[in-house]
């Protein structure tokens, strides 16, 4: 896959929204003849991405634009969305980046 840190540093002036998702490798599996990785849909921040590191980055250049944290997971929508805007709000923290919260309303 792609480093969002290294993206985001070379085509900064491209960036204009982020999408936050995690996933945890559980294997290959093969389709047609040919392997594919198997992903876990897991809530930002608990899986094999590092938040801190990509905040600092978004940071570094500068970002100002909106995110979503996608909650594609089994459990109940508005406990993944509570508990996927807390750890992007640690991490964001731990990055020195404030995320705020806005709903569609504004």
């Known amino acids: 896959g792609v480093d969002p840190v290294m993206f985001a540093k070379r085509f900064p002036e491209r960036l204009f929204h982020a999408h936050l998702k995690d996933h ?4 290959h599996q093969t ?3 040919v392997r ?3 992903w876990k849909h897991l809530i ?3 899986g094999e991405m590092n938040y801190v590191r990509v905040f600092k980055a978004l940071a ?3 970002f100002e ?5 996608e909650c ?3 459990m109940k929508f508005e406990e993944a969305c509570d508990k ?3 750890k992007m709000v640690a991490a964001a923290g731990k990055a020195g980046v404030v995320f705020e919260r806005k709903n569609a309303e504004g």
Not at 24 to 27: A, I, P, Q, R
Not at 65 to 69: H, L, R, T
Request: zero cysteines.
């Open 72 to 74: 594609f997971t089994d």
């Open 44 to 46: 930002a921040g608990e």
């Open 65 to 69: 634009g909106s995110a979503a944290v």
């Open 84 to 86: 996927g805007y807390a």
């Open 31 to 33: 389709v047609a003849g």
């Open 24 to 27: 945890k490798l559980e294997g």
């Open 36 to 38: 594919y990785p198997k």
């Open 60 to 62: 570094e250049i500068g």
